[in-house]
C-alpha cells in the first residue's frame, strides 16, 4: 500500500499552495453577493483533482448554494462505501480588525496556514481528496468504494428540498460509513450516530406598546414571558418532543445501530 506520510513530506509545498487558492476563495454562503465566489469555491475540487480517477460534479441548488459531489466506485457493488461528508462555504470574517493577517490572503505562520476555512471545513476535505488521489495513482484502486458529498450552505443546509429530487440523493448516496472531521478528538476515532440537520427559525413576537399603563399592564401578555413559555412548552418530560414530526422517532434499524456503536473498537492514534 502507498506510504501517505512520504506522501505529504513530499508533496508538502504543493498540498499548501492548493488548500491556499481554495481558501482565497469568500465563499461566504450567507451573503449574495458572494454567490459567484460559492460557485467557484464548488468547482474547486474537481480542479485540484485535474487528472484524478475519481468523478466529480457540481449539484445545482435552486434558491440554495451548490454541493459537490464525488465518486470513486472501483472496489465493486460487494465492496463497502465510506462517505466523506462536509462543506466549502465559510461564515463571514467580521470583525476585519481581529484578524492578523487578512482572511482571504493565505498565509503561513507559526507552521499553520491562516486564513477563512483553513480548518473549517476546506482543509479537512482537501486533505482527504488529495490522499485518495494519491492512493489511487499509486496502488490503482482502493480496498472500498469512496464517496464525498460536499455542501455549499454549511452541513445539512444545501441537501433539503431546494436541491433537484435526482441531486438530493445521488444514486447509492447511502454509505456503510459516513466521516467528518468534526466527529472526533485529536489521536482517537469517534463513532456518530443520529447527527441533527441545521435549522434557523426566527420568531418575532410582538405584544403590548411600550406606552402601556401600569393598570393594563397585567392583561397584557409579556412578549418575553410568551417566548419562554412557547420554549417551555416544545418538549415534554423527559425532553420528549411535543410537536409531531419535529423528531423522527428511532426506528428499528436505529436502535440496532446504536446498539453496535457501543460495542469496543480500537482506535488508532492520528497523530
Known amino acids: 500500500m502507498a506510504d501517505i506520510d512520504a506522501f505529504v513530506q513530499a508533496e508538502a509545498d504543493a498540498l499548501v499552495r492548493e488548500l491556499s487558492e481554495w481558501c482565497a476563495i469568500p465563499s461566504i454562503s450567507s451573503d449574495p453577493e458572494r454567490a459567484g465566489d460559492v460557485r467557484r469555491s464548488a468547482e474547486h475540487p ?15 441548488a435552486e434558491g440554495g448554494q451548490p454541493a459537490v459531489y464525488g465518486e470513486w466506485l472501483g472496489a465493486g457493488a460487494e465492496a463497502p462505501t465510506v462517505t466523506v461528508y462536509g462543506h466549502h462555504d465559510v461564515q463571514p470574517a467580521d470583525p476585519l480588525e481581529e484578524w492578523t493577517t ?10 499553520y496556514l491562516r486564513a477563512r476555512g483553513a480548518s473549517d471545513d476546506k482543509g479537512q476535505i482537501h486533505f482527504q481528496v488529495s490522499a485518495i488521489r494519491h492512493l489511487l495513482a499509486a496502488d490503482g484502486r482502493l480496498p472500498v468504494n469512496v464517496k464525498f458529498f460536499v455542501e455549499g450552505g454549511g452541513v445539512g443546509v444545501a441537501h433539503d428540498r431546494r436541491v433537484p429530487g ?19 478528538r485529536r489521536g482517537r476515532a469517534v463513532a456518530g450516530h443520529g447527527h441533527a440537520r441545521a435549522r434557523l427559525l426566527q420568531v418575532d413576537l410582538r405584544t403590548a406598546r411600550p406606552t402601556c399603563t401600569r393598570a393594563r399592564s397585567g392583561a397584557v401578555p409579556n412578549a418575553l414571558a410568551e417566548l419562554v413559555r412557547l420554549l417551555a412548552e416544545a418538549q ?8 409531531p414530526g419535529l423528531v423522527r422517532r428511532r426506528g428499528r434499524a436505529d436502535r440496532r445501530g446504536a446498539g453496535q456503536l457501543r460495542r469496543p473498537c480500537r482506535s488508532t492514534p492520528t497523530s
Do not use: K
Open 46 to 60: 474537481g480542479r485540484a483533482d485535474g487528472g484524478g480517477r475519481a468523478r466529480h460534479r457540481v449539484l445545482a
Open 102 to 111: 487578512p482572511p482571504f490572503e493565505p498565509t503561513v505562520r507559526d507552521g
Open 166 to 184: 435526482r441531486a438530493r440523493r445521488p444514486a447509492g448516496l447511502r454509505p456503510h460509513l459516513c466521516l467528518r472531521h468534526r466527529d472526533g
Open 236 to 243: 415534554g418530560r423527559g425532553r420528549a418532543h411535543r410537536h
